[in-house]
């Protein structure tokens, strides 16, 4: 099993989901967060003060599949969240080793 983690722009959120839902993934966990790569965040302007937005909002999104189907959810949410632009976000693929379904006590993909 892969356990796939998407750092994705906030906005691209319900895209990659619909494009997720298409292809049968049916659970993931979604957490907002902050953070900033090679944008660095960026200057604003507020009430004629000018500060500093060290941490840019974006959207975590957590799934755990098996090692078949792990290449096309990356390339589905590569297609579906990219913009072009800088901070589109990144992928990372990890290998899960078990899973418990806590109710029931089943392991392993049957378990996801």
């Known amino acids: 099993m892969r356990k796939i983690e998407a750092i994705i722009k906030p906005f691209k959120l319900d895209e990659v989901k619909d494009a997720l ?8 966990t979604v957490t907002e967060v902050k953070g900033f790569g090679r944008q660095k965040g ?17 959207i975590k999104i ?6 078949d189907l792990a290449p096309k959810v990356v ?18 693929v990890y290998q899960v080793e078990d899973v418990v379904r ?7 993909e049957s378990a996801v």
Not at 21 to 28: D, H, L, P, R, Y
Not at 62 to 67: A, F, G, M, P, Y
Not at 75 to 88: F, M, Q
Not at 102 to 108: K, L, N, P
């Open 21 to 28: 839902n298409e292809i049968g993934i049916q659970g993931m």
């Open 42 to 58: 960026h200057t604003e302007l507020y009430r004629g003060a000018e500060y500093v937005v060290d941490f840019i909002p974006k």
């Open 75 to 92: 390339n589905v949410i590569e297609k579906s969240a990219k913009t072009g632009k800088i901070g589109d976000g990144k992928i990372f």
């Open 102 to 108: 806590i109710r029931t006590g089943e392991r392993g």
């Open 62 to 67: 957590e799934i755990v599949t098996s090692d």
